[in-house]
């Protein structure tokens, strides 16, 4: 009878074990990448932030990103720009241009394009400091 309770105990550590290590899953999924391009120096730049709170840099090192930019990129909605493959006309004098890639599409900006709404002009601005802190 004890080796019986020694194995039925041995069985559910097992079990346990095993739904500790499913519950844990993979890596954290990208949020999105932003591919910066332009006609200055420095302006060349790709980002792509991921959901354990970092950000890549042209797809290499990993740096920690401050709440406050983490929580702007979680909190970006491009769903419509993507959904619709947007690709918005560049006005006269565009000095960045953007390419974004998301789970539900690409869609692409300048930073002059006319009728930018909040959400781009808001990715254009969180681009620039994230560039700017940590990929220079």
Same mark, same amino acid.
């Given at each position: 009878?004890?080796?019986? &309770?020694? &194995? ?14 499913? *519950?844990? /899953? /993979?890596?954290?999924? @990208? ?19 991921? %959901? ?5 840099? %042209? ?8 709440? !406050? ?13 993507? !959904?619709?493959?947007? *690709?918005?006309?560049? /006005? ?11 789970? @539900? ?15 781009? +002009? ?9 560039? +700017?802190?940590?990929? *220079?």
């Amino acid at each position: 009878m004890a080796g019986r &309770r020694a &194995r039925a105990g041995a069985l559910a550590a097992l079990v346990a074990g095993a739904l500790v290590v499913s *519950a844990c /899953g /993979g890596p954290a999924a @990208d949020l999105f990448e932003v591919i910066r391009s332009g006609t200055i120096p420095g302006a060349d730049v790709t980002l792509i932030p991921s %959901g354990d709170g970092t950000v890549r840099c %042209g797809g290499g090192h990993r740096y920690e990103l401050p709440d !406050k930019l983490l929580l702007t990129a979680e909190n970006f909605d491009f769903s419509y720009q993507a !959904k619709r493959h947007a *690709a918005l006309p560049s /006005g006269p004098n565009p000095v960045y241009t953007y390419v974004v890639r998301t789970p @539900d599409g690409t869609f692409s900006y300048s930073d002059d394009s006319p009728h930018l709404g909040p959400q781009l +002009r808001a990715l254009a601005a969180w681009t620039f400091t994230v560039a +700017r802190t940590f990929c *220079a």
